[in-house]
């Protein structure tokens, strides 16, 4: 898909019918947050970094709380959500001015554990 201004509106349709579109809310969640254009740093990484904008912090947050409502393509959706709700605690205290909300938000977004149990091959 490529990008453009219409993304962002895309990706708000696609949540609101989103049991219509399952697995599209994630893949473009990753797309969009956990993958940037060549030279930039992705929003995962700049709200890693306790560089995000108050705004980057809650588009995150909504990307993360619409995955949690999907199904994963793979593995158990009891996990997933736990997975999920972990990263959306952390944004939440990072919100909230809370310092150690950056430490934990690199703990539960992290790539490779989320990706072993529930990224397709
Ligand atoms: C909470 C779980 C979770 C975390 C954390 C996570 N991912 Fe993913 N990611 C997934 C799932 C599930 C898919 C498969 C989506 C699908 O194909 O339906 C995926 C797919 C992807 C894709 C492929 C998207 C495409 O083009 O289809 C990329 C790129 C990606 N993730 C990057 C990352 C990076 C980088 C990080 C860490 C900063 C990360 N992800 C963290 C769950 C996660």
């Not at 219509?20 to 893949?27: G, K, M, P, Q, T």
């Amino acid at each position: 898909m490529k990008k453009s201004p219409l993304h962002l509106l895309l990706v708000l349709v696609v949540i609101c019918t989103s049991s219509v579109f399952a697995s599209e809310v994630i893949e473009d969640a990753m797309k969009k947050y956990h993958k940037a254009p060549k030279g930039q740093d992705p929003v995962c990484k700049i709200v890693a970094n306790g560089k995000a904008s108050t705004e980057q912090i809650a588009e995150l947050l909504t990307a993360y709380q619409a995955m949690c409502k999907e199904a994963p393509p793979r593995g158990e959706k009891a996990d997933w959500v736990k997975k999920c709700q972990a990263v959306i605690a952390s944004l939440k205290k990072i919100q909230g001015g809370d310092a150690a909300g950056a430490e934990e938000f690199k703990k539960a977004s992290n790539c490779k554990a989320c990706h072993s149990e529930h990224k397709p091959e």
